[in-house]
């Protein structure tokens, strides 16, 4: 099961449009967030929906590599 990944269509699609602040995202955990970014740190954060929890990132790459997508 942990090989599943998503498809090089949905990536490159998300390559554009992680660098948009509010973008609705989900992972290949079957968890849904929504992307914060400060474009002046160059910090993205994914606000995981019903919980108060966060991830934090440096890069697209770095979103697209921990299993995130635009949903």
């Not at 490159?12 to 970014?37: A, C, P």
Request: hydrophobic share 35%; net charge negative; no cysteine.
């Amino acid at each position: 099961m942990r090989n599943r990944k998503w498809s090089d269509d949905l990536i490159e699609l998300s390559r554009e449009y992680l660098n948009y602040d509010g973008v609705r995202v989900k992972s290949l955990n079957k968890e849904f967030g929504q992307l914060k970014i400060d474009y002046d740190k160059n910090i993205y954060t994914i606000i995981i929906s019903n919980s108060d929890h966060t991830l934090t990132f440096t890069s697209v790459d770095e979103i697209i590599n921990s299993g995130w997508v635009v949903d």
